[in-house]
């Protein structure tokens, strides 16, 4: 199956942005983030530092890989698998019970539970993903297809942006309006 360049590209775009914002918070907060990791309880104590330190350098790795065609399908397939061991961690946290945690996906300003949406998040960013990942229709692109993929780039890190909101404050807005 081939992708048309302007989806592959709006997707490269997108998650390189997202994740060297998530690999930005990281860096500049590795205190805050190492607590994340020792948090989540899967990892052994002693190799918390080491992960901690890993993982955004493993972001920053898939943002800037995302960005060149070359190497477009490798950062893509990270940036899946490490979509989906993000959403595994999820899952097995709320398994525990685990609800209180802060997923570590807003960096240490905005606190964001875990909670089963997070999978509805993470399956559209595995999507993007994928996006990038296929490989893409040979034909020439034009100014306005250029245009076009940066406009359905910024589309989608708005999105995403505003669905990560959404997220973070959703479990304020039903203790406000009295749901569970």
Not at 101 to 119: E, N, T, W
Not at 165 to 177: E, I
Request: aromatic letters at 6%.
């Amino acid at each position: 199956m081939m992708i048309d360049p302007i989806i592959s590209t709006a997707a490269a775009l997108a998650l390189s942005v997202i994740f060297a914002s998530a690999a930005s918070h990281k860096l500049r907060h590795p205190g805050w983030f190492r607590r994340q990791v020792q948090e989540y309880e899967l990892v052994p104590g002693l190799t918390v530092p080491i992960v901690a330190t890993a993982l955004p350098l493993a972001e920053l790795t898939i943002a800037v890989g995302l960005l060149w065609s070359i190497s477009r399908p490798y950062a893509a397939a990270l940036a899946f698998i490490l979509i989906a061991a993000y959403t595994l961690a999820i899952a097995i946290n709320l398994a525990r019970g685990r609800k209180d945690i802060d997923c570590g996906c807003s960096g240490p300003a905005m606190r964001q539970p875990l909670q089963p949406a997070l999978f509805a998040r993470n399956l559209l960013l595995a999507v993007m993903a994928l996006c990038a990942l296929l490989p893409m229709l040979d034909r020439s692109l034009s100014l306005h297809d250029s245009f076009v993929m940066i406009a359905a780039g910024t589309v989608l890190i708005l999105l995403y942006t505003a669905t990560d909101l959404w997220l973070a404050n959703r479990p304020l807005l039903l203790k406000m309006s009295g749901e569970k």
